[in-house]
């Protein structure tokens, strides 16, 4: 009778905004060992699965029998997760992978490649360069996302760091975005980094880099120690804007759990950050046209029918 009112209707119950969560994630040596406790699986799938975007570090699992029961874990109500690892990384036999899980309805990979330290002016500046993904997030305003990861060695953090720099450059200059997340566990805090140190980086001086975690965050687990080591950093003002909040997810907390029963988990608390993505209108509109097509086509059949 009234498309226009299909319409309305339609439009006000359709979801327009996206709370978009992007999380990091030292799941310190996340391997078979880990894999096999059935209790600390679970509480990983609770804590992976909060996320629309993912990096676990630390998994040093040649085979990746931890990470494909992980993701069985992930999946088991419905296939949603997917994930995209780097090669193991690391400079003698200590290696370490970098792995990305994504919810798969929303999410895809469009590009990836290994961030090459050898050639640049400071070689091997890295102990585990960066695997850069490139995603794109369907239906949203903001579709082209890169992210970078990093785990630093600590007594190098301040070098590696400064070097995220130049990673920067040649993500920007290798793909047109400008939007842009570096993330991990940078080390970047107590002994590690001082704050004297850190105003020296580019990362941090240049007022175009936003960095979501501050200093007075705590991201590891042990009561004994309070230090902001991991890391969210986005670049782009498109980006920023859209950030609502960020923070660690106290797993202990949330989960109910003791000291003791979340080391078993890692030593680290996720650090995570909420984006307010809106849908693109083309995903909103498209699904209302329909909706007036058929009731107008529903209309000139009830009158025929007369
Ligand atoms: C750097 O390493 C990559 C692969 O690891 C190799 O293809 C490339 O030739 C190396 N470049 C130099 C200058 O050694
Ligand atoms: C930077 O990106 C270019 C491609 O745009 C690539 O050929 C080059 O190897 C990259 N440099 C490093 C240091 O990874
Ligand atoms: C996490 O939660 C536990 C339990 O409530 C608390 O004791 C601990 O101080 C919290 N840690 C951080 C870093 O917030």
């Not at 940078?186 to 020296?200: D, E, I, P, Q, V």
């Not at 498109?238 to 960020?246: F, H, Q, R, W, Y």
Request: with cysteine; glycine share 4%; net charge neutral.
């Amino acid at each position: 009778m009234f498309p226009w009112l299909h319409l309305l209707v339609f439009h006000l119950l359709w979801p327009h905004v996206w709370s978009f969560r992007i999380c990091a994630f030292n799941a310190q040596h996340f391997g078979e060992k880990k894999a096999a406790n059935q209790e600390v699986l679970d509480i990983l799938v609770k804590i992976v699965q909060r996320c629309d975007i993912c990096l676990l570090q630390e998994v040093q699992d040649p085979k990746g029998q931890a990470l494909s029961k992980l993701l069985q874990g992930l999946n088991r109500q419905q296939e949603l997760f997917q994930f995209v690892v780097s090669p193991p990384l690391g400079r003698n036999s200590y290696m370490e992978k970098y792995a990305f899980i994504y919810k798969s309805d929303k999410i895809s990979v469009r590009d990836q490649y290994k961030y090459h330290d050898n050639d640049t002016k400071k070689p091997d500046v890295f102990a585990r360069e960066p695997y850069v993904v490139r995603f794109t997030l369907r239906y949203a305003d903001l579709q082209d996302l890169v992210v970078i990861p990093q785990h630093t060695v600590p007594d190098k953090a301040d070098e590696e760091i400064e070097a995220l720099y130049d990673v920067f450059l040649n993500v920007t200059s290798h793909w047109r975005c400008n939007n842009l997340v570096f993330m991990g566990d940078f080390n970047a805090g107590c002994s590690y980094l001082s704050k004297k140190k850190r105003r020296t980086l580019r990362l941090y001086s240049d007022p175009k880099f936003h960095w979501l975690i501050g200093d007075d965050i705590d991201t590891t687990v042990r009561e004994s120690t309070t230090c902001p080591y991991d890391r969210i950093v986005v670049y782009g003002e498109e980006l920023a804007n859209l950030v609502n909040s960020a923070g660690i997810y106290n797993f202990t907390k949330e989960l109910g759990l003791t000291e003791a029963e979340a080391l078993k988990v890692s030593d680290h608390y996720p650090v995570e950050a909420d984006l307010k993505l809106k849908y693109s209108s083309a995903h909103t509109l498209l699904p209302s046209v329909i909706l007036i097509v058929l009731s107008v086509l529903a209309a000139g059949g009830t009158k025929t029918l007369q």
